[in-house]
């Protein structure tokens, strides 16, 4: 991860002490969507961890179709009462 270039940060939410960051990043060779968890150093930046995600750009469109999916049938379920 080290050798990854962020070309933009999309988007971020806290969860805990900690933060997620949705970025695109681009490699030697190619380029990924990145949604990985990120803890705050000693001098007030954000670092990334080993816990995430990163998914080649050309699959972005199933990556998008899936999380769609979840949030469908979570919202299912908390309609239903479950």
């Known amino acids: 991860m080290s050798d990854w270039k962020t070309l933009k940060e999309t988007a971020s939410f806290e969860k ?10 681009e490699t030697r060779d190619r380029r990924l969507l990145d949604l990985r968890t990120h803890y705050q150093d000693d001098n007030g930046n954000w670092k990334p961890t080993r816990r995430g995600l990163a998914i080649p750009e050309d699959l972005m469109e199933d990556l998008r179709l899936m999380v ?3 949030c469908d049938e979570a919202n299912e379920l908390r309609e239903a009462g479950r």
């Open 68 to 70: 769609n999916g979840l």
């Open 16 to 25: 805990g002490g900690e933060r997620v960051i949705a970025r695109i990043v």
